[in-house]
């Protein structure tokens, strides 16, 4: 059965550092998005992209954070300057021909800020 | 706010009891999907249930949706040691775009 893939599984970087998460979504998907989830808290969504733009973002998709489509199977978020406070578990999902289809959902990628 | 809160926040059952979660949400929806998490683990959709369905079965759970009430709820039936997870509902937002978790509820099946 297809689904969502994510890299790396766990990421330990420094304050400040760049960093680039890493998701395959489901291949005949078109609907791409992005959630954090910290740790004992509830999911929260960041931001879903379609037809290679974004369609919606929360509050919490500031500046620091980017999405991009690279190469027509990744789907990358990038966070430009990692703060402690952006360590949580970032999930990728991706929904089929309608934004209203069943969202798959990643294993998760662990960012941890020291 | 458009998001779900589950109650109960934890339920503790034996197995082979039935466990009922329920999702209360805001504003319209278009759907509400439920997922499962194990601990530290990612989400796995379960269900989907539209604005204009009632109830919806998948194997031993069973979904219902009351739009006039805004809610929603999910039963296990003859609950296993294996369903010990957390679930969470998710109503997505007027454009459906983006979907709004709410808190979850933590179910402990007792072997």
């Given at each position: 059965?297809?689904?969502?893939?994510?890299?790396?599984?766990?990421?330990?970087?420094?304050?400040?550092?760049?960093?680039?998460?890493?998701?395959?979504?489901?291949?005949?998907?078109?609907?791409?998005?992005?959630?954090?989830?910290?740790?004992?808290?509830?999911v929260e969504f960041l931001?879903?992209?379609?037809?290679?733009?974004?369609?919606?973002?929360?509050?919490?998709?500031?500046?620091?954070?980017?999405?991009?489509?690279?190469?027509?199977?990744?789907?990358?978020?990038?966070?430009?300057?990692?703060?402690?406070?952006?360590?949580?578990?970032?999930?990728?999902?991706?929904?089929?021909?309608?934004s209203t289809d069943t969202?798959?959902?990643?294993?998760?990628?662990?960012?941890?800020?020291? | 706010s458009q998001q779900g809160?589950?109650?109960?926040?934890?339920?503790?059952?034996?197995?082979?009891?039935?466990?009922?979660?329920?999702?209360?949400?805001?504003?319209?929806?278009?759907?509400?999907?439920?997922?499962?998490?194990?601990?530290?683990?990612?989400?796995?959709?379960?269900?989907?249930?539209?604005?204009?369905?009632?109830?919806?079965?998948?194997?031993?759970?069973?979904?219902?949706?009351?739009?006039?009430?805004?809610?929603?709820?999910?039963?296990?039936?003859?609950?296993?040691?294996?369903?010990?997870?957390?679930?969470?509902?998710?109503?997505?937002?007027?454009?459906?775009?983006?979907?709004?978790?709410?808190?979850?509820?933590?179910?402990?099946?007792?072997?």
């Open positions: 059965e297809p689904e969502v893939t994510q890299t790396p599984s766990h990421q330990v970087t420094q304050m400040g550092q760049e960093v680039i998460l890493r998701c395959v979504p489901i291949s005949n998907h078109l609907y791409f998005y992005w959630y954090r989830q910290i740790l004992g808290q509830k931001v879903s992209f379609y037809n290679n733009e974004i369609s919606e973002k929360s509050e919490i998709f500031d500046d620091q954070f980017s999405v991009e489509r690279p190469d027509g199977s990744n789907f990358t978020l990038k966070i430009r300057s990692t703060k402690l406070e952006d360590s949580a578990m970032y999930f990728c999902a991706s929904s089929g021909r309608r969202q798959y959902f990643g294993p998760g990628t662990r960012l941890t800020v020291l | 809160e589950e109650d109960p926040q934890a339920l503790s059952i034996q197995e082979g009891e039935n466990a009922t979660m329920n999702c209360s949400y805001k504003t319209s929806i278009n759907n509400l999907q439920w997922y499962r998490q194990n601990s530290g683990r990612g989400l796995v959709h379960l269900i989907l249930i539209r604005s204009n369905e009632r109830e919806k079965h998948s194997g031993r759970l069973r979904v219902t949706l009351d739009t006039s009430k805004k809610s929603s709820s999910l039963l296990i039936t003859a609950s296993r040691a294996a369903d010990t997870a957390s679930y969470f509902c998710a109503t997505d937002s007027n454009t459906g775009n983006q979907f709004y978790f709410g808190t979850g509820t933590s179910l402990t099946v007792i072997p």
